[in-house]
């Protein structure tokens, strides 16, 4: 399975903006789908977006939908995560995902097989 490297996390004021990045390296053929989520201290995982390889089709979590957009550049390899208009409540460590297997749709960590390292993003009030 594929291996993932997220970067830019980071610490930001409430209101600002990040854009977190994961790279798939070899192999990283037969990726159908790749999402984002994030575990806060004392907290179950949290499903955040994911999105298929081509792109096409995307998927948020309630808590992100219209701040946060998940994007594909395929000449890349990579995987994106802008996220906009921050709360401290975005406070997490993120972690990016990938899966082999088609689907309709991708909320669960359960869908995904290969994960990365985790990413830190910290919003201050």
């Known amino acids: 399975q594929a291996r993932l490297i997220e970067s830019g996390g980071g610490l930001v004021q409430a209101g600002g903006s990040l854009r977190l990045s994961c790279a798939a390296v070899e192999p990283r053929h037969n990726i159908a789908a790749m999402g984002w989520f994030r575990q806060a201290p004392g907290k179950e995982r949290e499903f955040v977006a994911a999105v298929t390889w081509l792109g096409y089709n995307t998927w948020y979590g309630d808590s992100v939908k219209d701040r946060f957009t998940i994007s594909m550049d395929n000449s890349k390899n990579t995987m994106f995560l802008q996220m906009s208009s921050l709360k401290p409540e975005d406070t997490a460590v993120y972690y990016c995902?990938?899966?082999?297997?088609?689907?309709?749709?991708?909320?669960?960590?359960?869908?995904?097989?290969?994960w990365g390292q985790g990413t830190q993003v910290t919003v201050s009030s």
């Open positions: 995902a990938a899966t082999a297997s088609a689907s309709n749709y991708y909320y669960s960590a359960s869908d995904f097989t290969a």
